[in-house]
């Protein structure tokens, strides 16, 4: 019986929820990652899931350090709503920021009270603790060019999955 191990591929479908038990971010379409090959997977997943089988379900509680991180207050910033383009005075837009590097971040309205609006950078759950159910869709062997990605390659468009 083939079981999830070092550098095997493994296909994977997952459900986060959040501490009410609420689905926040689901994937029912596999997505295949190389077992122990810095696949961008979280540690705390790849741990979880190592010995298991094809079929088996694995629920995994992550802290917020495992998870999404801790909040950072320094991402959160308050301005006049006069201050703000029109397009983005309502709760949920996203707005693109770009550093002097030229990295971006998005940043969401997450308020609009009293003339003022609020930009959080954070994810939506930072901070707190999910649940992680992953279901383990099918295991073969990783090529050594999925192993060096790290990530399930498709063959026939040469994208990553």
Known sequence: MVTVTHNKLVYITYSILDSRGMVVEQHDIPVGYVQGANSGILPAIESAVAGHKI???????????????????????????????????????????????????????????????????????????????????????????????GRSLDVQTGTVH
């Open 55 to 149: 079929g088996d379900r694995v629920e995994i509680a992550l802290s917020p350090e495992e998870g999404y991180g801790l909040r950072d207050e320094s991402l959160v910033f308050v301005d006049d709503i006069e201050n703000v383009p029109p397009e983005f005075r309502r709760i949920g837009a996203e707005v693109m920021f770009e550093n002097e590097s030229g990295e971006t971040k998005v940043f969401y309205v997450t308020a609009i009270e009293d003339g003022k609006l609020t930009l959080d950078g954070n994810p939506s759950l930072a901070g707190q603790s999910v649940t992680c159910l992953v279901n383990v869709m099918d295991i073969r062997e990783a090529t050594p060019e999925e192993i060096r990605n």
